[in-house]
């Protein structure tokens, strides 16, 4: 018979059975923030996009700022699925699936998505692809980051 027990997530725990004590040591889930990808720029300058912080399950501060040009409207793309990159024209490449699009107008600079993440052990490891752009307005042109992809962690 083997009997286990389990007490803080990301440690070893036993597994004792009749004739041998056994160690198992679950994988843990490692928070990360890689950037990939190029942006673009129009007349107002690129835009970066940024991480607060890493993306760690149970953070209700967890933000994502893309820095403009003060007037421009401030988008920030986030897809769930990894995609083909997207030639949106200017040199400019749709690098996430945009299943959400978040929009700011006439912001006075840098701007902060919040993206509280719940306490949730069912989104270990999940993957987040986010993609921060700009509209300038006078020329009406587009100029997007290079996109960073988020996976939910310890």
Known sequence: ???ASIDV?????QLRSNALPL???PPVAIASV?????????AAGAPV????????????????????????????????VPVTPFDLGNGCFLLTSSDVVL????????????LPIPASAGLLDAVLDVQGASLDAPTLTLA?????RLVLGY
């Open 1 to 3: 018979m083997i009997h």
């Open 9 to 13: 997530p990301g440690q070893p725990f």
């Open 23 to 25: 160690r198992y040591w």
């Open 34 to 42: 890689t950037p990939f990808g190029q942006g673009c720029a129009n």
């Open 49 to 80: 996009t940024s991480a607060s912080e890493l993306p760690r399950v149970g953070n209700p501060n967890f933000a994502v700022e893309v820095s403009t040009a003060p007037g421009a409207s401030t988008l920030l793309a986030l897809g769930f």
């Open 103 to 114: 929009v700011q107008t006439a912001n006075p600079g840098p701007v902060s998505f919040p």
């Open 144 to 148: 997007s980051s290079a996109a960073l």
